[in-house]
Nanobody, 114 residues
Framework: QVQLVETGGGLVQAGESLRLTCTRSGVAVRINSMSWYRQAPGNEREWVATCRGGVKDYADSVKGRFTISRDNAKNTVFLQMNNLKPEDTAVYYC?????????WGQGTQVTVSS
């Protein structure tokens, strides 16, 4: 079993920054990619960013403001979020994708006030 724990969420004002951290523990498995998703109240969960090897992809809504990165030695993935907007308010989830299963964390709340 793989466990993912997200930290770093909080309440910030528009224009400020936050860095989310997702730490992986448990059974050693081959992780094909790590991603961040988010879900705002009343909305479906939406993809934010993925790191697959050296390739990083971003949703258009966060491109240029968010940066995903990984520290494989520490089994950690980060999401640096700059110039936050009220519409970024959501619960942010980390996902580890393997060949046979996707593992999810419990989420961390990010609230951006205007």
């Amino acid at each position: 079993q793989v466990q993912l724990v997200e930290t770093g969420g909080g309440l910030v004002q528009a224009g400020e920054s936050l860095r989310l951290t997702c730490t992986r523990s448990g059974v050693a498995v081959r992780i094909n990619s790590m991603s961040w998703y988010r879900q705002a109240p009343g909305n479906e969960r939406e993809w934010v960013a993925t790191c697959r090897g050296g390739v990083k992809d971003y949703a258009d809504s966060v491109k240029g403001r968010f940066t995903i990165s990984r520290d494989n030695a520490k089994n950690t993935v980060f999401l640096q979020m700059n110039n936050l907007k009220p519409e970024d308010t959501a619960v942010y989830y980390c996902k580890a994708h393997t060949v046979i299963y996707d593992y999810w964390g419990q989420g961390t709340q990010v609230t951006v006030s205007s």
